[in-house]
């Protein structure tokens, strides 16, 4: 089992930065593919990234491509989204989750959420 704790999130102007992190307990963390996904207030949980258990493996939905960057450190059993030019759309809650297996962009194929930490871009 894997607990996750995601922080980082904040305000911030449309074009500016943030880093979220994911801090995972249990010492399997690197056996599990990780993703960050995000929901917005009425909106269905939308899958932002995932990362594979290496590291070595990373894919991105289109709306987030050449902007936002998933990483991890296994040694330290935490995920990263770091998340540049940001824009208004982009506000959300973003959670961190554990791959279990199915379709790595849904939702259903994910375990052991994270609290999620709110993301807000003004314009």
């Known amino acids: 089992q894997v607990q996750l704790v995601g922080s980082g999130g904040g305000l911030v102007q449309a074009g500016g930065s943030l880093r979220l992190s994911c801090a995972a307990s249990?010492?399997?963390?690197?056996?599990?593919?990780m993703g960050w996904f995000r929901q917005a207030p009425g909106k269905e949980r939308e899958f932002v990234a995932t990362?594979?258990?290496?590291?070595?493996?990373?894919y991105s939905a289109d709306s987030v491509k050449g902007r936002f960057t998933m990483s991890r450190d296994n040694a330290q059993n935490t995920v990263y989204l770091q998340m540049n030019s940001l824009k208004p759309e982009d506000t959300a809650v973003y959670f961190c989750?554990?791959?279990?297996?199915?379709?790595?962009?849904?939702?259903?194929?994910?375990?052991?959420w994270g609290q999620g930490t709110q993301v807000t871009v003004s314009s």
């Open positions: 990362i594979s258990g290496s590291g070595g493996s990373t």
């Open positions: 249990g010492r399997t963390f690197s056996s599990y593919r």
């Open positions: 989750a554990a791959y279990i297996g199915g379709g790595r962009e849904l939702a259903e194929a994910y375990s052991y």
